[in-house]
């Protein structure tokens, strides 16, 4: 009897985790199509734009060219002759398009594959830095600084950090000139595709959040499901992270030693990827993947469709902004103009929406 009350029990346990799974994966959801106004493919940015993020002039710095993922039988999605780009969007003339940004300075530039980037914009000297997470051929993540110059719109290399803790990156938000949040979306990352697979269908939660300070990488938080994008709010007070298998965004509180608290999370009810933060409103902007099954379909065949979804957060009164959050879908898609939205980025009612391996599309926020 005791044996067969502990088989049921375990039975149900395995049905409620398959059930939880299939939740989480999107096979359950239908996905429509609907835009915020006129969108449109930019021309030119063909494989991927992962990650987004804008200066305070509406400068947009785009990340492309993402390794390891697509058909592996196609040479143009394969090292050598695909190769990591930045790009630049104007958000003030966007009929301009986007633009390649040349790279200069001493780095492995042929094992260049950015990922997750971040600006700092120094209030004082007016510098611009891009943080970039390099999803480099080795499989030795690393950080790589650049410094933009206005002038020849140009990122000039300052430095490459690698440490013990920067295993899995995926992003990473700067605080400082060489200080940044990361997370590594993944415990293990040899063999990738066992390691993937295991820590998705599992339930583990082995992903984490780190800090480089001071010449130093440390995790100082851990116990998630596939941690994603990573941001802060405009003050510097709060620190966001998407958690993308369990679809929720967690916000935490820094602390004055760059500690972080973990003070609440928001369910979303779709896969969370990066963040971008409004400067004026502190809005967040977040490209999402609502079917996770079609998306890692696309993944494996480019030509499969891929879906995407734009949400935009807004925090309440400054007393209790944390209590009464707007969650409103901006933008969502089947396929038909972008498969696989990564990131958003929002300027001057205007947007950009980056994918993982896909296009990138130009939105005007006339209808929403």
């Given at each position: 009897?005791?044996?067969?009350?502990?088989?049921?029990?375990?039975?149900?346990?395995?049905?409620?985790?398959?059930?939880?799974?299939?939740?989480?994966?999107?096979?359950?959801?239908?996905?429509?199509?609907?835009?915020?106004?006129?969108?449109?493919?930019?021309?030119?940015?063909?494989?991927?734009?992962?990650?987004?993020?804008?200066?305070?002039?509406?400068?947009?710095?785009?990340?492309?060219?993402l390794?390891?993922f697509?058909?592996?039988?196609?040479?143009l999605?394969?090292?050598?002759?695909?190769?990591?780009?930045?790009?630049?969007?104007?958000?003030?003339?966007?009929?301009?398009?986007?633009?390649?940004?040349?790279?200069?300075?001493?780095?492995?530039?042929?094992?260049?594959?950015?990922?997750?980037?971040?600006?700092y914009?120094?209030?004082?000297?007016?510098?611009?830095?891009?943080?970039?997470?390099?999803?480099?051929?080795?499989?030795?993540?690393?950080?790589?600084?650049?410094?933009?110059?206005?002038?020849?719109?140009?990122?000039?290399?300052?430095?490459?950090?690698?440490?013990?803790?920067?295993?899995?990156?995926?992003?990473?938000?700067?605080?400082?000139?060489?200080?940044?949040?990361?997370?590594?979306?993944?415990?293990?990352?040899?063999?990738?595709?066992?390691?993937?697979?295991?820590?998705?269908?599992?339930?583990?939660?082995?992903?984490?959040?780190?800090?480089?300070?001071?010449?130093?990488?440390?995790?100082?938080?851990?116990?998630?499901?596939?941690?994603?994008?990573?941001?802060?709010s405009?003050?510097?007070?709060?620190?966001?992270?998407?958690?993308?298998?369990?679809?929720?965004?967690?916000?935490?509180?820094?602390?004055?030693?760059?500690?972080?608290?973990?003070?609440?999370?928001?369910?979303?009810?779709?896969?969370?990827?990066?963040i971008?933060?409004?400067?004026e409103?502190?809005?967040?902007?977040?490209?999402?993947?609502?079917?996770?099954?079609?998306?890692?379909?696309?993944?494996?065949?480019?030509?499969?469709?891929?879906?995407?979804?734009?949400?935009?957060?807004?925090?309440?009164d400054?007393?209790?902004?944390?209590?009464?959050?707007?969650?409103?879908?901006?933008?969502?898609?089947?396929?038909?103009?972008?498969?696989?939205?990564?990131?958003?980025?929002?300027?001057?009612?205007?947007?950009?929406?980056?994918?993982?391996?896909?296009?990138?599309?130009?939105?005007?926020?006339?209808?929403?």
């Amino acid at each position: 009897m005791l044996l067969r009350a502990v088989f049921y029990v375990i039975l149900c346990m395995i049905a409620a985790h398959v059930l939880n799974t299939l939740y989480l994966f999107g096979y359950f959801k239908t996905v429509y199509k609907h835009y915020p106004g006129h969108c449109r493919v930019v021309p030119g940015v063909d494989l991927g734009s992962e990650d987004v993020t804008v200066t305070s002039d509406g400068l947009a710095f785009i990340s492309s060219g993402l390794r390891g993922f697509g058909n592996k039988s196609d040479p143009l999605l394969q090292p050598p002759l695909l190769r990591g780009k930045i790009f630049l969007f104007d958000f003030n003339h966007p009929e301009k398009n986007a633009v390649e940004v040349a790279l200069d300075g001493d780095f492995d530039r042929e094992n260049f594959y950015p990922i997750g980037i971040s600006l700092y914009e120094d209030s004082t000297t007016g510098e611009k830095k891009l943080f970039v997470v390099n999803n480099h051929i080795s499989n030795k993540n690393r950080v790589e600084i650049f410094r933009f110059d206005e002038r020849t719109s140009s990122l000039h290399h300052l430095k490459t950090i690698i440490g013990e803790t920067l295993y899995s990156l995926n992003d990473l938000v700067a605080v400082g000139p060489e200080t940044f949040y990361y997370t590594n979306f993944l415990y293990f990352t040899k063999p990738m595709p066992l390691a993937l697979t295991l820590e998705m269908y599992s339930g583990l939660a082995w992903g984490t959040i780190g800090l480089y300070s001071e010449g130093k990488d440390m995790i100082i938080s851990s116990g998630y499901r596939l941690p994603d994008g990573i941001n802060v709010s405009p003050d510097g007070r709060n620190l966001y992270v998407a958690i993308f298998l369990t679809g929720e965004l967690a916000i935490f509180e820094r602390g004055k030693d760059d500690s972080i608290t973990e003070i609440q999370r928001v369910s979303l009810h779709t896969s969370p990827d990066n963040i971008e933060v409004d400067r004026e409103t502190g809005d967040l902007w977040i490209g999402c993947i609502p079917s996770l099954h079609l998306h890692m379909a696309h993944l494996e065949n480019y030509a499969n469709p891929g879906t995407s979804q734009v949400l935009r957060l807004r925090f309440g009164d400054q007393n209790s902004p944390f209590e009464n959050i707007d969650v409103r879908e901006v933008l969502m898609d089947d396929g038909s103009l972008i498969k696989g939205s990564s990131v958003a980025s929002y300027y001057d009612n205007k947007m950009l929406v980056g994918t993982v391996v896909h296009k990138l599309a130009y939105c005007e926020l006339s209808a929403f």
